[in-house]
């Protein structure tokens, strides 16, 4: 029979033992906790959607979209440019895009049959330009832009003088504004900006006064297109919760919605005779272009690449789109012509990351 000695030291090996295991399972349970919230935070990244402007939906301007969770697909084996089409495209004014090349982000041209590519304000004083929109006339374009490293953007104009360009800022509000649009007439521009803490679309004219608030809604509007006709306005609105674009009168009424999915619809444009809008959709699971009449309806879609191919814009006589895609495993630029949209060949730029290219109007000359 146990002494009360004896009884004593068992149980005291019983609690030492019962404590070691306790210590064993808590110091268990602190090295798998981090790994569950890595987890966590894993996937709930992978549910992230695309990108507005800097890749984001929730970004101020227009940029790369962010890569989504499926791996980035193989680099096709793309088609450039034949030279019987080459010839009939260096016709067709040029291309504005956004290229990124030595830190600096830049508004570079070239022309449609990938000769003569220029960094139109790589010798200014800007550290980021981008989304580029031409003038009706040609001799200018306007972008969203930063001057100093602290500043918030703004909408800048640089013009294509021979004897070299220059810019001039047109917006100097404490926060955002973005996305620049022109009448038709070349005398307006509407715009994004973020005062009143929303983003909202407003109407200036080319020294920077405005001139009307168009939009008012508590829901983010941006991305605002003008018609070739110059009495309506597409946009990209988060109304219905996702991104979808939206047309209204150069007044901002009559309001209507064209598309309409679950996932991100955005940066339309216009084709030159104003029957057609070319635009981004993801509602596949990834970017493609399609294009819709300005009612809503005919939708078309005209890529099913693996790649993201994303803003759309045409040519001045309206056979071709110029956008950008990841079909050689970077950003760059390729042209669709819309006859046949297989046929699709891939305009070759000095940066990795060249995106948003927006084409010239018809030559006045």
């Known amino acids: 029979m146990p002494t009360t000695k004896n009884k004593i030291t068992n149980s005291l090996a019983q609690i030492f033992a019962n404590l070691r295991t306790a210590i064993l399972v808590l110091a268990i349970l602190s090295l798998l906790l981090p790994l569950v919230a890595c987890g966590a935070e894993r996937s709930q990244s992978t549910a992230t959607q695309p990108a507005i402007g800097s890749g984001s939906e929730e970004g101020t301007a227009q940029s790369e979209p962010q890569n989504t969770a499926q791996p980035s697909p193989t680099p096709e084996i793309v088609a450039t440019l034949s030279k019987e089409v080459a010839v009939e495209l260096a016709d067709l004014g040029q291309i504005a895009f956004t290229a990124s090349v030595g830190g600096r982000r830049d508004i570079w041209l070239i022309n449609p049959d990938g000769n003569e590519e220029f960094n139109l304000t790589g010798e200014m004083d800007n550290v980021f330009a981008e989304a580029p929109v031409w003038a009706p006339d040609g001799q200018s374009i306007a972008y969203d832009g930063l001057i100093g490293a602290n500043e918030t953007r703004d909408i800048m104009l640089v013009t294509l003088d021979p004897t070299g360009p220059e810019i001039f800022q047109l917006t100097v509000l404490p926060d955002y504004d973005c996305y ?5 007439d070349g005398e307006r521009i509407v715009y994004m900006s973020e005062r009143n803490d929303n983003r909202d679309l407003y109407i200036m004219d080319l020294n920077g006064n405005e001139l009307a608030r168009i939009t008012e809604d508590l829901s983010n509007d941006y991305e605002p297109a003008w018609s070739p006709s110059g009495d309506h306005i597409a946009f990209v609105s988060r109304r219905s919760v996702n991104s979808q674009i939206y047309i209204m009168d150069d007044q901002g009424r009559n309001k209507r919605q064209l598309t309409d999915v679950p996932f991100l619809d955005w940066r339309p444009a216009w084709s030159p005779d104003g029957e057609w809008i070319a635009f981004e959709s993801w509602r596949n699971g990834n970017a493609d272009i399609f294009i819709m009449r300005p009612d809503g309806t005919d939708l078309q879609q005209l890529t099913t690449s ?43 730029t000095e940066s990795v990351r060249s995106l948003l290219p927006t084409w010239s109007p018809p030559s006045t000359e």
């Open 180 to 184: 620049p649009s022109f009448s038709p």
């Open 306 to 348: 693996q790649a993201e191919d994303g803003h759309p814009h045409f040519s001045p006589d309206g056979r071709y789109l110029v956008f950008h895609s990841k079909r050689t495993g970077d950003y760059q630029l390729f042209i669709m012509e819309l006859e046949d949209p297989e046929n699709i060949w891939h305009l070759p």
